[in-house]
């Protein structure tokens, strides 16, 4: 850590942005003197944080201006809080396990923890940013290799190495590594992947993705039995666990990811393909069998424990092209998913993505909906256990003007079945209006605060208005405890005798979800 971390009683908030890269802050929370020094502010947006040096103060009119162009046009001023952090400055050093850089003197004054000891202790100075890079090779295996210690990603607001890197290989695989300490990404792929395995491995202390894809160009590639974990420790400029990318077959089974800024999970963020293109799979993406816990810890927002997206927000104006990401997310848990203001669904679905199929999963103490389908067609929820605490959150969010430059003028529509909502304190099923082309079947919802007089309908509608007008929840049950053995301690599996049987309920195999083998 830096002198200060990301909590709450280390953030400022500044005024407002000025047109450079800047803002006016309040007070004399920044100080003249830090012009030129080693200071480092940390400037968050919505789903955004970047750093910046300081080029000057104006002490009289509360302005700093730094070295750095603002890293993204919403980045001041946007929907994140205007937060802001100082680190790296001598005189902020107040607690154990702290530091202080000082790269004038190429210096570095450390607290010790009660539990430091001199003799324990080792210092290491990364000079290599990768430590491992495969390029032009075939059919080469890396086996039970400990990978530790690469110095910074790239840029310091976008990660462009890793601790692996590899490209331009075919047949590589990964088995039994430790991939650890590192100041870019954990494995990072490059262009011309194919036949890729990553399996019983655990990627940890890095400061961007645990895993990261940057090649839509990529084939054929399986991560599984894998743990992933304290990603983005230093970038945050949407920052996963895992960002998937690729074209054909790129699977993510049986891992367990968490702890980290943002999303545990990415798919996406590349072009995507005709809803009916006969050329590609029916699914390109799979994220299946996982565990994905502890996503976003308060520091970032817009995210979601599985988000998938395109790269174009008009994807569909010709001909409906290119919204497609076709992916299954299926038989995952998904929990304590946490935004610092708004955001931290279970999955989510931006910029019209279409062709997901969300089933089998299991999606409790989350931020947001359970599932979040921001617009886009070809999109299903089915068989899933959606567990929301709270007045205010609903089971599913549906299509609306956030993001979306040509609303109402864009496709949109849904399948939701066989789902199990529990409400705990409260009985919201959703709260968005926009319902086109949206299919509701055979559910089960119960709400703990209202047992017998579940619930708050789509679109603001009565139970009259929604099933009799609008002709949604044919074969649904409400004001029915589902009789989950104890929801309450996240045991969801069914009680002989559950109601749920009679929306045709799909047993979910809890016991297949998550590594098959303990990574090392």
Same mark, same amino acid.
Request: glycine share 10%; proline share 3%.
């Given at each position: 850590?830096?002198?200060?971390?990301?909590?709450?009683?280390?953030?400022?908030?500044?005024?407002?942005?000025?047109?450079?890269?800047?803002?006016?802050?309040?007070?004399?929370?920044?100080?003249?003197?830090?012009?030129?020094?080693?200071?480092?502010?940390?400037?968050?947006?919505?789903?955004?944080?970047?750093?910046?040096?300081?080029?000057?103060?104006?002490?009289?009119?509360?302005?700093?201006?730094?070295?750095?162009?603002?890293?993204?046009?919403?980045?001041?001023?946007?929907?994140?809080?205007?937060?802001?952090?100082?680190?790296?400055?001598?005189?902020?050093?107040?607690?154990?396990?702290?530091?202080?850089?000082?790269?004038?003197?190429?210096?570095?004054?450390?607290?010790?923890?009660?539990?430091?000891?001199?003799?324990?202790?080792?210092?290491?100075?990364?000079?290599?940013?990768?430590?491992?890079?495969?390029?032009?090779?075939?059919?080469?295996?890396?086996?039970?290799?400990?990978?530790?210690?690469?110095?910074?990603?790239?840029?310091?607001?976008?990660?462009?190495?890793?601790?692996?890197?590899?490209?331009?290989?075919?047949?590589?695989?990964?088995?039994?590594?430790?991939?650890?300490?590192?100041?870019?990404?954990?494995?990072?792929?490059?262009?011309?992947?194919?036949?890729?395995?990553?399996?019983?491995?655990?990627?940890?202390?890095?400061?961007?993705?645990?895993?990261?894809?940057?090649?839509?160009?990529?084939?054929?590639?399986?991560?599984?039995?894998?743990?992933?974990? @304290?990603? *983005?420790?230093?970038?945050?400029?949407?920052? &996963? $666990? =895992?960002? #998937?990318?690729? %074209?054909?077959?790129?699977?993510?089974?049986?891992?367990?990811?968490?702890?980290?800024?943002?999303?545990?999970?990415?798919?996406?963020?590349?072009?995507?393909?005709?809803?009916?293109?006969?050329?590609?799979?029916?699914?390109?993406?799979?994220?299946?069998?996982?565990?994905?816990? @502890?996503? *976003?810890?308060?520091?970032?927002?817009?995210? &979601? $424990? =599985?988000? #998938?997206?395109? %790269?174009?927000?008009?994807?569909?104006?010709?001909?409906?092209?290119?919204?497609?990401?076709?992916?299954?997310?299926?038989?995952?848990?998904?929990?304590?998913?946490?935004?610092?203001?708004?955001?931290?669904?279970?999955?989510?679905?931006?910029?019209?993505?279409?062709?997901?199929?969300?089933?089998?999963?299991?999606?409790?103490?989350?931020?947001?909906?359970?599932?979040?389908?921001?617009?886009?067609?070809?999109?299903?929820?089915?068989?899933?256990?959606?567990?929301?605490?709270?007045?205010?959150?609903?089971?599913?969010?549906?299509?609306?003007?956030?993001?979306?430059?040509?609303?109402?003028?864009?496709?949109?529509?849904?399948?939701?079945?066989?789902?199990?909502?529990?409400?705990?304190?409260?009985?919201?099923?959703?709260?968005?209006?926009?319902?086109?082309?949206?299919?509701?079947?055979?559910?089960?919802?119960?709400?703990?605060?209202?047992?017998?007089?579940?619930?708050?309908?789509?679109?603001?509608?009565?139970?009259?208005?929604?099933?009799?007008?609008?002709?949604?929840?044919?074969?649904?049950?409400?004001?029915?405890?589902?009789?989950?053995?104890?929801?309450?301690?996240?045991?969801?599996?069914?009680?002989?005798?559950?109601?749920?049987?009679?929306?045709?309920?799909?047993?979910?195999?809890?016991?297949?979800?998550?590594?098959?083998?303990?990574?090392?």
């Amino acid at each position: 850590t830096y002198a200060r971390g990301y909590s709450t009683a280390s953030v400022l908030t500044y005024e407002k942005s000025n047109n450079s890269s800047g803002f006016i802050f309040k007070g004399n929370d920044i100080k003249a003197e830090w012009a030129g020094s080693n200071a480092s502010v940390l400037a968050f947006a919505a789903w955004t944080a970047s750093w910046y040096t300081i080029k000057a103060v104006d002490a009289h009119k509360h302005t700093v201006l730094f070295n750095e162009a603002k890293v993204v046009d919403n980045f001041f001023d946007g929907p994140g809080g205007k937060r802001y952090i100082v680190e790296n400055l001598p005189e902020l050093l107040d607690a154990e396990g702290e530091w202080y850089a000082d790269f004038h003197a190429r210096k570095v004054t450390y607290i010790l923890r009660a539990s430091d000891t001199a003799a324990a202790m080792a210092a290491v100075a990364p000079r290599l940013e990768t430590v491992i890079a495969i390029d032009g090779v075939r059919q080469l295996v890396l086996s039970n290799v400990t990978v530790s210690y690469g110095g910074d990603g790239g840029d310091r607001n976008r990660a462009t190495h890793g601790l692996v890197e590899i490209g331009n290989a075919v047949g590589v695989s990964i088995a039994g590594c430790v991939v650890e300490h590192g100041g870019g990404a954990g494995i990072l792929t490059k262009a011309n992947i194919r036949d890729l395995s990553i399996t019983r491995t655990r990627i940890s202390d890095v400061g961007s993705d645990g895993i990261l894809m940057t090649s839509e160009q990529a084939q054929q590639v399986t991560i599984e039995d894998t743990v992933v974990s @304290d990603t *983005g420790m230093t970038y945050f400029v949407q920052p &996963a $666990g =895992v960002h #998937l990318r690729g %074209n054909s077959s790129i699977a993510l089974r049986h891992s367990d990811v968490s702890h980290g800024p943002y999303a545990c999970v990415r798919v996406g963020w590349q072009p995507g393909w005709p809803q009916h293109d006969a050329s590609v799979a029916e699914e390109v993406f799979d994220v299946s069998f996982n565990r994905l816990h @502890d996503c *976003g810890l308060g520091i970032l927002s817009d995210f &979601a $424990g =599985v988000f #998938l997206s395109s %790269n174009d927000n008009k994807c569909f104006q010709s001909g409906h092209q290119g919204c497609s990401v076709r992916a299954g997310v299926a038989h995952n848990i998904i929990s304590a998913v946490r935004h610092f203001n708004y955001g931290g669904s279970g999955v989510y679905m931006d910029e019209q993505v279409g062709g997901v199929r969300i089933e089998k999963n299991t999606i409790f103490d989350i931020a947001e909906a359970g599932v979040y389908f921001h617009c886009g067609t070809n999109n299903s929820a089915i068989n899933n256990v959606i567990h929301t605490t709270g007045a205010r959150l609903a089971l599913v969010k549906s299509c609306n003007s956030g993001g979306n430059p040509t609303y109402p003028n864009l496709p949109r529509g849904f399948t939701w079945t066989r789902n199990i909502g529990y409400m705990e304190g409260g009985e919201t099923v959703a709260t968005d209006k926009d319902f086109t082309s949206t299919s509701f079947t055979r559910n089960l919802y119960f709400s703990t605060s209202n047992p017998t007089g579940c619930c708050t309908w789509p679109a603001g509608e009565s139970w009259d208005g929604w099933h009799g007008k609008m002709k949604q929840e044919n074969g649904t049950i409400a004001n029915v405890d589902p009789m989950f053995v104890d929801p309450l301690h996240a045991n969801y599996e069914l009680k002989p005798g559950s109601p749920a049987q009679s929306i045709g309920w799909q047993t979910i195999d809890y016991a297949s979800i998550g590594p098959r083998a303990v990574a090392l």
